[in-house]
Nanobody
Framework: QLQASGGGLVQTGGSLRLSCAAS????????IGWFRQAPGKEREGVSC????????YYADSVKGRFAISRDNAKNTVYLQMSSLKPEDTAVYYC????????????????????????WGQGTLVTVSS
């Protein structure tokens, strides 16, 4: 089970930290990804972090502004979002998959998006202009 939290209303240029808390599975063995879906748009991949070495990947739209991290002791993955823009407004979801630890980058993000068996319920981020 995954529980996403931390969304809210923030002004342009502001920051938020999302959390994805996991339970019911061996968290250390799972890669985690963040995805978002804006109204009327398809779900898109934002970022992911691998299981063993914590390799990270970011979509071009958030690179340099978002940072993903994981705390295996707390079974939690974080997405620190800075310099937020109105186009970041969306429902943000986290997903988990026991991908091979060697899988990284965009391939890992795609696997999480299309093959993950665990999805959180989503948390709404609204960035006002």
């Amino acid at each position: 089970q995954l529980q996403a939290s931390g969304g809210g209303l923030v002004q342009t240029g502001g920051s938020l930290r999302l959390s994805c808390a996991a339970s019911g599975f061996t968290f250390d063995n799972y890669a985690i990804g963040w995805f978002r879906q804006a109204p009327g748009k398809e779900r898109e991949g934002v970022s992911c972090i691998s299981s063993r070495d914590g390799s990270t990947y970011y979509a071009d739209s958030v690179k340099g502004r978002f940072a993903i991290s994981r705390d295996n002791a707390k079974n939690t993955v974080y997405l620190q979002m800075s310099s937020l823009k109105p186009e970041d407004t969306a429902v943000y979801y986290c997903a988990a998959d026991r991908a091979p630890y060697t899988m990284k980058g965009v391939l890992l993000l795609l696997r999480l998006q299309y093959e993950s068996g665990f999805w959180g319920q989503g948390t709404l981020v609204t960035v006002s202009s």
